[in-house]
């Protein structure tokens, strides 16, 4: 999406809050209003090296409107959010910060969509936590450490390696922990089963560069109903595939499918 095209689309002023993680990581975070009060809201996860800031994250963010308010918001290590990336093990921390905020202001009913590294993350936060009304996960992996593409062997460069992490730093503003994981968490594939009973969509595409569509398959095998999958036909990989139309279908399952938010 284009920004002039971006710029051509009514737009509602973000109300840009400081959120506080359970490990005391404070993240930067923004709350896109709708204009009518209501109870229901959306949180959207980035992928690795997104940002709320992002012209295509702000568009995803316009389309979910009609299903409710939309918190958008810097994972740790990402650009004005403190701490370090652990790309996607402590991360379910900050999305935990960003519900926990939600239902402190009084939504009733909130929904996690995420992307790549974020799709990860909102399996594996609703397969932990709990308390969400629905999940959408759009081109995430289904296991860790996969290098079976030139993408994620890239990817694997910049984070294993201090060359990476320096580029990554200075060039995309992402701050990455040179600690590898212990223990190594459970991976999406291994949580699925627990996101029930709130719905589940799982969006990816078949033009993926980063992770094949099995990855898709295998996160839908795991998972219990409700569940549905969408492969979609030449689309490429999380925010930068995303279109308004594909966003605005993904807006008309949640408000189909949210249920009733659990403990």
Request: proline residues 7%; neutral net charge.
């Amino acid at each position: 999406m284009s920004d002039a095209l971006y710029r051509s689309m009514p737009q509602s002023e973000p109300d840009r809050r400081r959120l506080t993680t359970s490990d005391g990581v404070r993240l930067d975070s923004t709350l896109l209003r709708g204009g009518t009060p209501g109870t229901t809201a959306v949180v959207l996860a980035n992928g690795f090296t997104g940002s709320w800031r992002n012209p295509g994250t702000r568009m995803i963010a316009s389309q979910l409107l009609p299903v409710g308010d939309v918190m958008t918001f810097d994972f740790r290590g990402h650009h004005a959010s403190d701490g370090l990336c652990t790309v996607g093990d402590k991360e379910i921390h900050d999305l935990e910060a960003a519900v926990g905020h939600l239902r402190g202001l009084g939504y009733t009913s909130i929904a996690t969509i995420g992307f790549s590294m974020g799709a990860a993350v909102a399996v594996r936060h609703a397969g932990t936590f709990g308390g969400v009304a629905a999940v959408v996960a759009v081109s995430g992996p289904s296991r860790w450490y996969y290098r079976g593409t030139r993408s994620m062997r890239l990817l694997h460069f910049g984070v294993e390696r201090a060359a990476g992490r320096w580029f990554l730093r200075t060039a995309r503003k992402v701050r990455v922990s040179d600690r590898p994981w212990d223990p190594v968490p459970p991976d999406p594939t291994e949580l699925a089963a627990e996101v029930a009973p709130a719905p589940l969509l799982i969006v990816h595409g078949d033009a993926d560069s980063y992770f094949p569509v099995e990855h898709a398959l295998r996160i839908h095998e795991a998972a219990r109903e409700p569940k549905e999958l969408w492969i979609e036909p030449g689309m490429g990989h999380a925010e930068r595939a995303m279109t308004p139309e594909r966003a605005g279908r993904i807006a008309d399952w949640l408000s189909r499918n949210l249920a009733p938010e659990t403990a």
